[in-house]
């Protein structure tokens, strides 16, 4: 190790005694130092002191109080008013609920005696329309549906308007309605019972003599006729005047007879019997249309009496 440049010697060891370990010292709070005169604040300069220099307040200036601050009592006195005005609404909407009711029963009833007066307006016509089902002239179509139709419909309000009542007047009301109704819907089935019943039983127009006619012309004109007959009163309700309803089905059922007879005349040229054939055809129909205004006008008395019930209810409402 030499000849390349290092040397080697041998390590020396040194052992030593440690040190003796020193006293623990007390640890001494130190104060801040106090500062100097200088450095003290105005405040405390001024509070010190017993006299004030001139010029010694000329850094002070009065302090901002906030606007809310000073308006406590403001806010108090607007939540007093909401307060009152919230009360007054209350207050005013109690009353309204409390008197809501019978304002509305008032006007209900004023409603409903405008609606009694127009339907004791289209009683007369009504009336004069049941009296005259049961004459020889038959009505007019037109000017019967218009008046069957206005009644109606005058009715028909015042039972709407009935329901929101009770008691007494909402009686009267829904009887008066109840009874034009019946009575108008039972005109007009009767009066259309009546119309078919006339076109149905008009005489047909056949020869009276064998001279105008033969046996198969005379067949099919039968034939038609019939079918014509049968077809028109088929259409005719059972419930509207069932009496008069089973002499029409008694003289349908003869009508089979009726024709036999007929072209058996035809057959043998025999017009005298051919005549008096057609004569009692005819003499039946006019039997049954007198039946039928016989009846029509019974039925009209009936309904002349419901209207009287009904006027006296529509009177006794009006009158309160």
Not at 155 to 171: E, I, K, Q
Request: glycine share 8%; no cysteine.
């Amino acid at each position: 190790m030499e000849v390349l440049g290092f040397y080697d010697e041998p390590y020396q060891v040194a052992a030593r005694t440690p040190p003796p370990r020193k006293a623990a010292t007390a640890i001494r709070a130190s104060q801040p130092p106090r500062p100097s005169a200088d450095s003290r604040s105005r405040v405390s300069t001024l509070w010190e002191t017993t006299e004030i220099t001139e010029g010694s307040l000329d850094w002070w200036k009065p302090q901002v109080v906030a606007r809310r601050k000073l308006g406590g009592r403001r806010v108090r006195v607007s939540s007093l008013g909401i307060a009152m005005v919230v009360g007054g609404v209350l207050l005013a909407l109690m009353l309204f609920l409390v008197q809501r009711p019978e304002r509305l029963a008032e006007e209900s009833i004023s409603t409903l005696r405008t609606d009694a007066r127009a339907v004791m307006e289209t009683l007369a016509p009504l009336e004069a329309l049941v009296t005259s089902m049961g004459n020889s002239q038959p009505p007019d179509l037109a000017a019967t549906t218009a008046t069957a139709l206005e009644a109606e419909s005058a009715a028909r309000g015042l039972f709407t308007d009935a329901r929101s009542l009770s008691g007494p007047d909402r009686d009267g009301a829904v009887a008066a309605a109840g009874g034009v109704l019946e009575v108008t819907s039972r005109t007009n089935r009767l009066i259309a019972y009546r119309l078919s019943t006339e076109n149905a039983l008009v005489p047909p127009s056949l020869p009276v003599s064998a001279e105008d006619t033969d046996l198969p012309s005379a067949t099919e004109a039968v034939t038609s006729w019939r079918a014509d007959v049968e077809t028109g009163l088929a259409e005719l309700g059972t419930e509207v005047l069932p009496n008069h309803r089973v002499s029409l089905e008694d003289w349908l059922a003869s009508l089979g007879s009726w024709q036999t007879r007929y072209l058996d005349a035809v057959r043998a040229g025999d017009g005298a019997a051919m005549t008096a054939t057609i004569e009692g055809l005819v003499a039946e129909m006019e039997s049954l249309e007198a039946g039928l205004l016989e009846e029509l006008a019974a039925a009209g008395g009936e309904l002349l009496a419901e209207l009287a019930d009904s006027r006296k209810a529509l009177e006794r409402l009006l009158r309160g």
